[in-house]
């Protein structure tokens, strides 16, 4: 599926409104919760950058779906895949649980160049995650996506494979950015972020969108951003 790039007029109304209400989300969980140092100025400053930046980074992804028919295409799939059953209610927690430790992670910075650092972090991460599925285009088993959409899961999960051309698998992008997340947030969340990387790493092969080859490169490329970063 060819994905598309362009930004309607309905979409920059969409984020104008959004990054006011996430500002003032980030502002009140921040305040409320880990007495963040920051104005909601400072909030909507930063936010205002992070949707430029999250806008311009889906451009670059999108932009990769379309070129990387170059090289071969690879499937990493191994005995041990056969073994991990088909879990589709774990849609829910592969698409919702990372937004919102990322969400935490722009709630949790203490002041506006720290959160410049990490959004630095995140392009840095992207832009090694982009190389990979440029130059190593992987995918799962064509088996993997025809099941039936007889459950709210099962048409979510649908949804979510529409959005991609299923040839970014390896490194899981998911891992890499949750890895990167919940390393950040360990001194704010304690244990409880790894608990989160690990289910989003679970739930990745519950859904059937990667095989394990993908998960460990996954993670261990989010940590060495962090390393990087932080």
Not at 18 to 38: D, H, M, Q, R, V
Not at 137 to 142: A, E, G, N, Q
Not at 177 to 198: E, K, N, R
Not at 199 to 221: E, M, N, R, T, Y
């Amino acid at each position: 599926m060819k994905a598309k790039s362009g930004i309607s007029p309905k979409y920059m109304l969409l984020i104008f409104l959004g990054t006011i209400a996430f500002s003032f989300i980030y502002y009140y969980f921040g305040k409320t919760f880990i007495n963040s140092p920051l104005t909601y100025y400072q909030y909507l400053v930063f936010t205002s950058v992070l949707a430029v930046v999250v806008t311009g980074s889906y451009q670059i992804f999108f932009w990769v779906q379309r070129n990387n028919y170059f090289f071969r295409t690879r499937c990493l799939k191994t005995r041990l895949d056969d073994y991990i059953p088909f879990w589709p209610q774990f849609i829910w927690i592969y698409s919702f649980s990372y937004y919102l430790l990322i969400g935490y992670v722009a709630v949790s910075i203490n002041s506006i160049e720290e959160g410049v650092n990490l959004i630095f972090g995140g392009l840095l991460l992207l832009l090694l995650q982009s190389i990979c599925f440029l130059l190593f285009p992987c995918t799962v088993p064509s088996s993997w996506r025809k099941y039936k959409a007889n459950s709210l899961s099962t048409k979510f999960l649908k949804f979510v494979q529409k959005l991609d051309n299923g040839r970014n698998c390896f490194p899981s992008m998911h891992c890499s950015v949750a890895t990167y997340a919940g390393l950040i947030l360990l001194p704010v969340m304690s244990y409880y972020s790894l608990i989160f990387i690990f289910l989003i790493a679970i739930s990745c092969l519950f859904v059937k969108q990667h095989q394990v080859a993908d998960i460990l490169p996954g993670i261990l490329l989010g940590w060495l951003v962090y390393t990087i970063i932080v």
